[in-house]
């Protein structure tokens, strides 16, 4: 059975840095696509935010969090990380990883399997 487990989130002031991690049983990260996506309050859907390929040829990021946010693994540990800097107030959200065989990385609905989440609340 697949299990995903984030962690790292809290809360931080705007322009500062936090590192989310993503942890797998039951699955290897480097067979997989792997996404995060968050999802703020009051939205309805989940917002892409970075994404990677299972050979880690390819990277994403959405956007808005260029230059800002890193999408890295660790085969080793099977663990998935977002590091994160210049927080904004705009990135609070619980900020989730998923994972699914296909290369279609932005799109939430091919996901196949998620964590529970992790809240980032960033203050002004």
């Known amino acids: 059975q697949v299990q995903l487990v984030e962690s790292g989130g809290g809360l931080v002031q705007a322009g500062g840095s936090l590192g989310l991690s993503c942890a797998a049983s039951g699955h290897t990260f480097s067979t997989f696509t792997t996404g995060w996506f968050r999802q703020a309050p009051g939205k309805s859907e989940r917002e892409f935010v970075a994404?990677?390929?299972?050979?880690?040829?390819?990277?994403y990021l959405a956007d808005s969090v260029k230059g800002r946010f890193t999408i890295s693994r660790d085969d080793a540990k099977n663990t998935v990380y977002l590091q994160m800097s210049s927080l904004k107030v705009e990135d609070t959200a619980n900020y989730y990883c998923?994972?699914?065989?296909?290369?279609?990385?932005?799109?939430?609905?091919?996901?196949?399997?998620w964590g529970q989440g992790t809240q980032v609340t960033v203050s002004s």
């Open positions: 998923a994972t699914q065989p296909g290369p279609d990385y932005s799109d939430y609905r091919q996901y196949r399997y």
């Open positions: 994404a990677m390929h299972a050979r880690r040829t390819n990277t």
